[in-house]
């Protein structure tokens, strides 16, 4: 079996149309949407709402961990919009939600086993995946004679991205799984080195139970990605190697594995 990973999508439809090219299948690890290029501030739903300078400011606070002032400053950006609270705010990026949707799950190869990252909003999932691509969260797949997991979404933060869970929820997703051979998740297991993003200089939260997984379950592979920049790409933690597959919107390549 040649398997393709991607993760991070964040809206690279163009590539992610080629992305299982030569690959009996395709994992796709979440975070399709893009609410904001860190790169260029004007891609992504954001600066459609609001404009590129806006967005500059927002991402300034936040990359600067000044939290408390992000929060204030986005909400008086809500108000230039007239939303008022929290169903507002989705109705005024579902339109922008709902064309990247259209577009990700048109160019999705088939077959894909796909989980949501932290920036999803698993609820519109079901409309727009088409024949061929398999949602799973807290479920397995047999694929290649090898019994693959997954397990979307993130951890709670001060970001505050849309599919963001309690420990003890996401913890309750890791057990379901039983024993897997291949354990896939959008975000890493708690450890430092594969936790820390080198360009944004800070660490992403990782879990503490994919990492007693890995230690209990020993499988072959864990696959993430989340962490754009990694200190550390791939480690060893005893029987299991380590993966992140990288960040797709930036370099357009799924990570090629074979079993």
């Known amino acids: 079996m040649r398997i ?30 893009l609410f904001l290029d860190y790169a260029d501030y ?10 590129p300078e806006a967005t500059a400011r927002y991402v300034e606070l936040r990359t600067a961990r000044r939290y408390a002032e992000a929060r204030t400053y986005a909400r008086e950006l809500w108000d230039t919009v007239g939303t008022v609270d929290a169903v507002d705010m989705a109705a005024a990026v579902e339109p922008a939600v709902r064309r990247q949707y259209a577009e990700l799950f ?4 088939t077959p894909t086993y796909a989980t949501y990252g932290n920036v999803d909003l698993p609820k519109l999932w079901p409309e727009y995946a088409r024949p061929g691509t398999t949602v799973l969260d807290g479920q397995t797949a047999r694929i290649g004679g090898l019994t693959v997991g997954f397990v979307g979404g993130g951890l709670r933060t001060p970001m505050n991205t849309p599919y963001e869970l309690e420990p003890d929820v996401y913890a309750e997703k890791v057990a379901a799984l039983g024993t897997v051979d291949v354990l896939c998740s959008h975000i890493p297991p708690e450890v430092p080195e594969l936790c820390y993003d080198t360009v944004a200089r800070r660490f992403e939260r990782g879990s503490a139970a994919l990492l007693e997984a890995i230690h209990q379950i020993r499988p072959r592979y864990a696959l993430f990605g989340h962490v754009h920049q990694p200190l550390v790409r791939r480690m060893r933690i005893g029987a299991t190697e380590c993966v992140n597959v990288g ?4 370099t357009g390549k799924p990570f090629v594995l074979r079993w």
């Open 4 to 33: 393709h990973v991607v993760s991070d999508v964040h809206g690279n439809s163009g590539d992610l149309a080629h992305a299982g090219e030569g690959a009996d299948v395709t994992l796709c690890l979440g975070d399709l949407l």
């Open 42 to 51: 004007r891609r992504g739903i954001l600066p459609e709402l609001f404009g």
């Open 106 to 109: 048109a160019a999705m190869p």
């Open 247 to 250: 960040h797709f919107n930036a």
